[in-house]
Structure formats: structure tokens, C-alpha cells
């Protein structure tokens, strides 16, 4: 039966002897006051498991967590904070609505989160709690995620052959959206024309022409990314108990589902139709994802539908938390509120990226040249991460899980580790609260000119985008580390590297940067926040 069906009149066939025509209305009173009681029960143990617990909180605990709880809500990132300043080396706990929440501080502790097993710490499962996968994308994608082992092998390793096509869609879209006519400057709400922009280049590469033109099929990829992200917070905000029963009615994944297979599922028969009769290897396959999907999927996972949840929910067309910190719509307008904030950036990234293409081309191993738009980038990212906590996980082991510190954690606990707050470290970080968008260039450029030998196994060497480590946490660390932080590296440079190149771009209000969106653990980018193109004169 359909979620958003009429769910009256109700059988209940395990019953017998309940009449099969009861009505819903029948049953409300029941309904009410046993989810009343349950929800007592779930408060009623949460506050027991403050008691019991011997790590230090962040607020209080009793009646007056659940105060804390709602706070979290709009104050994250302070709470966070706090915590962070009190145990830098340590872990505390924070109050969510129905359960709490251990946060880890410290390079030390960090590294063990990232190195632990999924059998004793749950990514998976820390995932599944942020976003409700299975309510939002479904269960296929949560209980069997294969399709992301095509990010870590397919996808990376073709970059440098699909670049031209990439950039070519690079070039098209932005003349297609922006539209943009002699020297006049236009405003645009940056995050709805990046999200057109992004799902054009990114769906080149998946689907390939006509498809990522196909203006159907990129609006159902952005409202479904849109879709995910909303309805999971909404979920998230009910006991565990209701979820299964409020996700159906809440979450919008089956008509985004069947909008999709409306417009893949003769694309999909095809493929499906020509590899049974010709094989993997037919002349003329695309290398695409839906080619690599191909390569993996077997029995069921070898029908329209599955593969269609496949392309639905991977980088960037969704908003997993393993992915949410680097999808290339979430960046775009962070960078660009950066980037008109601190103008003085612009021109020396100009002259970088105008000099690298005349020495090199458009190509994928250029981008590597374009140091000064790295470092822009990596710093956009320490100063405007994806929330105050990264490396969410769930203790599945049934022990609880010990720290090398002896902190324990119990089973079923969430933790997380303390991002936010690294980043705006004055010890890890000169100046740490400070935007400097060519920090980690000059660093490389200092130590090269103090070394006759360049050995590049150094730290100073590994502060790019795409570095991961205990100090810089936008892709997390460890076994986790995001997977999709190449593709989306690659993406955003050579984005980056077209706007400098070919517009000139202000703030809406001079020097003033659209606040950011706060909602517990997420930190969106200003949703209506604007910015001005024009040509470059």
C-alpha cells in the first residue's frame, strides 16, 4: 500500500478476533496514549542513562536535558564548541531529544574513530541515523550500498579520460544558465543556479548527452537531493519507535523514484537488453555510470528500478552525510559568498588559472598546477564546514567500545568527532578565525624555498583539497574518508578556474556574507543568499 494511501478501514489479519472492518478511528485512543506512554518510557530511560554514564556533559542532564536537546537544534555549533574548550583531548556528551550523544576531541581519539572496524563502530549506522536512508532513499541503498564502491574505483579512475567532457558541459552550462548579455551586471540566487549548473556537469559524466540536458530529469535530481536532506530532518526529529510510521507519509523518495524510471527505464532497458545478448565488452558502451553500476550489480540489483536508486543516490545528485560535507551544490555558494567577501583573491587566482591553461590546456593533470585555487578552496572549507561534527558512528559491537584512554562507550551508542571547532583552532591554525585563501600555497611555497631537496612525503605536502587528516575534517579520516573528495575536487577547480577566467563576480551587499542556515549538526550555505555576474570586461 501506497504511504500516502487512505488508511482507513484497516484489516488486521493477525488478529482474528478483532472485526476486519475496524476503523482507524477505533483505535486513535490506543494510538495516543500508547505512543504517550512509549515516549515517556524512551525520556524516562534516556535520563537514566545520563545517571549511569560517567562522562562529563555539555549542559545538564534530568528534565533539563531535553531543554539542551532543543537547543542543540539552533545552537550546535556553540554547544559543540564549548564542549570542545573544556576536553580538547577528550570526550563529552551532549543531549539530543531522545538519546545522547558522545563527541570526540583530540587528534589522538580521532584517529581511533577512523580506523575502527564497521563491525565495532557503525558508519553505516551513523549514517542511517542522521539521514533515515532507508525512509528517504530506501532500503536497497541503506542494507546494500554496492553502488559506492563505483565512486572509490570508476569513477576516480576515469577523471582524467572524461575531463574534456566534463569541461565541455562546464562551458555549456554556465552560458545556458546565467545567460548573461554585454557588460551588465545580473543578480542570481546562488544555490539554486549552482544546483542547476552542478547537476548538468556532474549527470554529463554519469549519464552522459541528451540525458544531462534532459530538463526533467536534472529538476527531479535536485528536488530529490532537496527531498532527502528535508524529509531526513524532519524524520530524525521523532522517537525511534514513530519513525517507520511518520518516514512513509514525510519522506517524497517514491514519486522522485518514478519521475526517474520515467525517463531512465528505456535508457536502462537498453543497456540490460544489449549486455545479455552481447555481453560487458559490446562495442560502443558508454563508460558511464551506469556501465560501471553494470559491472557490479547482480540477480535483482539487474532491474530498471534498483539501478535507478543507484544513480539517484550517488555524489552529487544526493545529500548522504558520508557525501553531504563536499556535494559540489553544497560548496558552490559557499565558495562564491567566500570569494566576494574577500575579493582580493580574485585576480591572483585569474592570472594563476589564465597562465596554467596557456602552459597546459583544460585538462585534468593542469588542474594540479592551479595551487593558489586549491588552497582557496581548502580554506573555504576550514572556514565553513558542513556542521560542527563529522565521522558520525554507531557502537554496534555488543561489548560498547573502549577508547585507548579507557573512556567506554556503551552499545548503541552515537558518537561523533569535533570538527568545527578544529578548524578554528589557534594551535593547529595561525590565526585560525581568520579567511586567508592562500594559506596552505604560501606554506608550500615557504618550505620549498628553505629546502634544497623537495621531499614531498612532507605534511606541508599533504594540505590539499583532497587531503584528509585530524586537523582538516571536511572528508573525514580514516577507512570512512569521503570516497566522492576526488571527483568533487576536480569539479569544483575547474569551476572555479571558468568563473575567474570569464566573469567578474560582486556580493549582493559589499563586505556582507548571507548568514548561514543552522539545523542541528548541518551548516548550509544562505539557501537564498544572491551574488552578481557579468561578462568579464
Not at 60 to 87: T, V
Not at 148 to 176: A, G
Not at 182 to 198: A, C, H, N, Q, R
Amino acid at each position: 500500500m501506497d504511504g500516502h494511501s487512505n488508511p482507513t478501514p484497516i484489516l488486521i489479519s493477525s488478529t482474528p478476533w478483532l472485526m476486519d472492518d475496524l476503523k482507524l478511528d477505533d483505535l486513535q485512543p490506543v494510538i495516543k496514549y500508547g505512543a504517550l506512554a512509549v515516549l515517556g518510557l524512551t525520556l524516562f530511560r534516556k535520563a537514566l542513562d545520563a545517571r549511569k554514564d560517567d562522562i562529563p556533559i555539555i549542559g545538564s542532564f534530568g528534565l533539563s536535558s531535553y531543554w539542551d536537546a532543543f537547543k542543540f537544534i539552533h545552537a550546535a555549533p556553540d554547544l559543540i564548541q564549548q564542549g570542545y574548550e573544556r576536553y580538547p583531548e577528550g570526550i563529552f556528551r551532549i543531549a539530543r531529544l531522545y538519546r545522547w550523544e558522545y563527541i570526540v576531541c583530540g587528534p589522538k581519539l580521532t584517529k581511533e574513530v577512523g580506523n575502527t572496524p564497521e563491525n565495532i563502530l557503525s558508519f553505516y549506522q551513523g549514517v542511517e541515523e542522521t539521514t533515515q536512508t532507508k525512509l528517504t532513499m530506501g532500503r536497497e541503498i541503506a542494507e546494500n550500498p554496492y553502488h559506492q564502491l563505483t565512486v572509490r574505483t570508476n569513477l576516480t579512475r576515469n577523471l582524467h579520460t572524461l575531463f574534456p567532457e566534463v569541461r565541455d558541459e562546464i562551458v555549456c552550462s554556465f552560458d545556458d544558465v546565467l545567460q548573461l548579455q554585454g557588460s551588465d551586471w545580473k543578480l542570481f540566487e546562488i544555490f539554486p543556479t549552482m544546483m542547476d549548473i552542478v547537476a548538468r556537469v556532474s549527470n554529463r559524466l554519469f549519464v552522459g548527452l541528451p540525458l544531462c540536458r534532459d530538463k526533467a530529469y536534472l529538476e527531479n535530481n535536485v528536488q530529490h537531493t532537496v527531498d532527502v536532506i528535508s524529509s531526513g530532518m524532519i524524520i530524525s526529529l521523532f522517537p525511534e519507535f514513530l519513525r517507520p510510521i511518520a518516514g512513509p507519509w514525510i519522506s517524497k523518495k517514491d514519486k522522485s523514484n518514478a519521475r526517474a524510471l520515467k525517463i531512465l527505464g528505456p535508457i536502462l532497458e537498453e543497456r540490460l537488453e544489449k549486455e545479455r545478448e552481447l555481453g560487458t565488452d559490446w562495442p560502443g558502451r558508454p563508460n558511464d555510470l551506469i556501465s560501471w553500476l553494470l559491472e557490479i550489480a547482480e540477480g535483482e540489483q539487474r532491474t530498471p528500478l534498483d539501478l535507478v536508486l543507484r544513480i539517484l543516490a550517488l555524489l552529487p545528485n544526493e545529500a548522504s552525510t558520508w557525501l553531504r560535507s563536499i556535494l559540489p551544490q553544497w560548496l558552490c555558494p559557499m565558495h562564491f559568498f567566500d570569494l566576494t567577501i574577500h575579493p582580493e583573491h580574485f585576480l591572483p587566482m585569474r592570472e594563476e588559472a589564465e597562465r596554467v591553461v596557456k602552459e597546459e590546456g583544460w585538462t585534468k593533470a593542469a588542474l594540479n598546477n592551479m595551487v593558489k585555487i586549491d588552497s582557496f578552496l581548502r580554506e573555504s572549507q576550514r572556514i565553513n564546514p558542513g556542521g560542527p561534527v563529522i565521522m558520525q558512528r554507531r557502537v554496534v559491537a555488543k561489548d560498547g567500545f573502549r577508547f585507548s584512554d579507557g573512556t567506554l562507550l556503551p552499545y548503541g551508542a552515537f558518537l561523533s568527532v569535533a570538527s568545527r571547532p578544529v578548524h578554528y583552532d589557534t594551535l593547529k591554525y595561525e590565526n585560525a578565525a581568520s579567511f586567508d585563501g592562500f594559506r596552505f600555497e604560501r606554506e608550500r611555497v615557504q618550505y620549498m624555498a628553505q629546502h634544497d631537496t623537495i621531499d614531498d612525503t612532507q605534511d606541508i605536502f599533504k594540505r590539499h583539497m583532497i587531503s584528509v587528516g585530524v586537523d582538516h575534517l571536511p572528508f573525514g579520516t580514516g577507512k570512512h574518508a569521503c570516497p566522492g573528495r576526488f571527483f568533487a575536487a576536480t569539479e569544483l577547480k575547474a569551476m572555479l578556474a571558468h568563473i575567474v577566467i570569464n566573469y567578474d563576480i560582486k556580493a549582493e551587499v559589499e563586505g556582507v556574507r548571507p548568514p548561514d542556515m543552522v539545523f542541528g549538526t548541518i551548516i548550509s550555505p544562505n539557501p537564498t543568499g544572491k551574488v552578481y555576474f557579468r561578462k568579464r570586461q
